[in-house]
């Protein structure tokens, strides 16, 4: 008889998952007190829900009371295209040129859930996707899925960092993988030294207040920082450079998931269309597109940092 495990990672991979691991439903001590140290250095910025229910970010269980594992999936959203390096263009993050990867991810994740009480009647879950509060890139570990990196973002052998992470919380026990993937950074530096504003101020701690991706989406100030502004690197939507430089990403592989290529076949926009966008056209343009994150006033913003800078 084919075992639960292998069914499920079977099940997974046909439904678009590259990689799978499972989890034991422990608390997550060691991590927890790094995130509170990383809070407490303020190095999360205006980011405030990040130090929202911490006993929940630290305990799944409490995030889904009966939780006894965590399966931990993977989606690879490389595409092979570049940015257009223009004096008039500004560049989107990688993970933003398709669709919206909370929505595709979590409908992939709902597949599964749907499957699994199938197979197990009586088993119940809870799909997370990265707006839920739990440290998906320590579960994304804790599953053997690959290690976290100096730049702080998970890394695996198969396809580098270019992946979204999700986890289904489920109230039944699995066999659990045991193997964690060793750290193999190394004495690597090239992610610190790449980053224009020394953003990763030590090797897998990031301060987001100096990090062009978190100003770029998450603040919410009228104006950009100047140390942020003189180094945006026709930056407009997010970053990619400490992912660009990382040598594991030499193992990057092409999606093939079609909703992740570059919507309108863009990489970057015009910044004079963005700057003299109106808020319709902005919804209409970016409907179900991660690049609402940061609302058309911050898109304005980045627009007109780039162009009078």
Known sequence: MTLL???????ASEIGFQKIGIARADVLLEESEHLKEW???????EMAWMAREPEKRADPRLLFPGTKSVIVAAVNYFTPHKHEEADNSGKISR????????DIVKAKLVELLDWIKAEAPGADGKVCV???????KAWAVRAGLGWLGKHSNVITQDYGSWVFIGEILLDIALAYDGEIIPDHCGTCTMCLDACPT???????VVDSRKCISYAT??????????GIVENLNGWLYGCDICQDVCPWNRFEKP???AAFEPRNSETSL???????????????????????????????????????Y
């Open 5 to 11: 495990e292998d069914k499920i990672r079977q099940k």
């Open 39 to 45: 809070l407490g250095r303020c190095y999360q910025g």
């Open 95 to 102: 993970y933003a040129w398709g669709d919206d990867y909370h």
């Open 130 to 136: 990265d707006t839920s509060p739990i440290m998906d």
């Open 198 to 204: 020394s953003a990763i101020v030590e090797p897998y």
């Open 217 to 226: 989406i998450e603040l919410r100030d009228e104006e950009l920082p100047v």
């Open 255 to 257: 999606s093939d998931e």
């Open 270 to 308: 015009d910044i004079e269309k963005v700057a003299s966008m109106e808020h319709e056209q902005y919804a209409e343009r970016f409907r179900r597109s991660a690049i609402k994150r940061t609302k058309v006033t911050g898109l304005k913003r980045n627009a007109a940092a780039l162009k009078n």
